[in-house]
T-cell receptor, first 112, second 114 residues
Framework: RKEVEQDPGPFNVPEGATVAFNCTYSNSASQSFFWYRQDCRKEPKLLMSVYSSGNEDGRFTAQLNRASQYISLLIRDSKLSDSATYLCVVNTQNSGNTPLVFGKGTRLSVIA | DTAVSQTPKYLVTQMGNDKSIKCEQNLGHDTMYWYKQDSKKFLKIMFSYNNKELIINETVPNRFSPKSPDKAHLNLHINSLELGDSAVYFC?????????????FGPGTRLLVL
């Protein structure tokens, strides 16, 4: 089983739609959770961290369920500029000097 | 004023050659990383350095040798390049705070081995 698994893509949605991405992780000792965004031929960039209580940043909402080892990202009112690959990322330690473990990513295309 | 920079951006070379990729960060971070993103877009850690010391060395062929002359630089030297080394190599840096660690990635070096 892969350490971090995500919904297979691509997701093709019209502008204004709501889209949800799911992710599961296998290491129950995982401590930190993130969503990164990677545009075509660019580097990954942090979109948002995911906290146990769930958190929201504008149109983006992230949820974490530690019992199910499940992370989600909800995007409301999709914009064309949201088109990218969304990477679910997990860190097994709650300290520095640890590498991130990436999912393969889910590609989103928002269509006009 | 790029935070994490890499050179070169593109690298096309023949099998068997030796090449180097350079990375520099101006964020004052203590930790730097090399990641490899293969043709299937899977991003995987290769090495991690903290204050010039090797912390993590994943299962990477010993043809790959990282070097950190100071904590702002982490270079990657690759000997005897093989076809399977073709990928995008990302450098990253991070600094742990009391709350979390955010990693900042460089723009990537696209390596093509012919």
């Amino acid at each position: 089983r892969k350490e971090v698994e995500q919904d297979p893509g691509p997701f093709n949605v019209p502008e204004g739609a709501t889209v949800a991405f799911n992710c599961t992780y296998s290491n129950s000792a995982s401590q930190s959770f993130f969503w990164y965004r990677q545009d075509c031929r660019k580097e990954p960039k942090l979109l948002m961290s995911v906290y146990s209580s769930g958190n929201e940043d504008g149109r983006f909402t992230a949820q974490l369920n530690r019992a199910s080892q499940y992370i989600s990202l909800l995007i409301r009112d999709s914009k064309l500029s949201d088109s990218a690959t969304y990477l679910c990322v997990v860190n097994t330690q709650n300290s520095g000097n640890t590498p991130l473990v990436f999912g393969k990513g889910t590609r989103l295309s928002v269509i006009a | 004023d790029t935070a994490v920079s890499q050179t070169p951006k593109y690298l096309v070379t023949q099998m068997g050659n030796d090449k180097s990729i350079k990375c520099e960060q101006n964020l004052g971070h203590d930790t730097m990383y090399w990641y490899k993103q293969d043709s299937k877009k899977f991003l995987k850690i290769m090495f991690s350095y903290n204050n010039k010391e090797l912390i993590i060395n994943e299962t990477v062929p010993n043809r790959f040798s990282p070097k950190s002359p100071d904590k702002a630089h982490l270079n990657l030297h690759i000997n005897s390049l093989e076809l399977g080394d073709s990928a995008v190599y990302f450098c990253a840096s991070s600094q742990w705070t009391d709350v979390q660690e955010t990693q900042y990635f460089g723009p990537g070096t696209r390596l093509l081995v012919l």
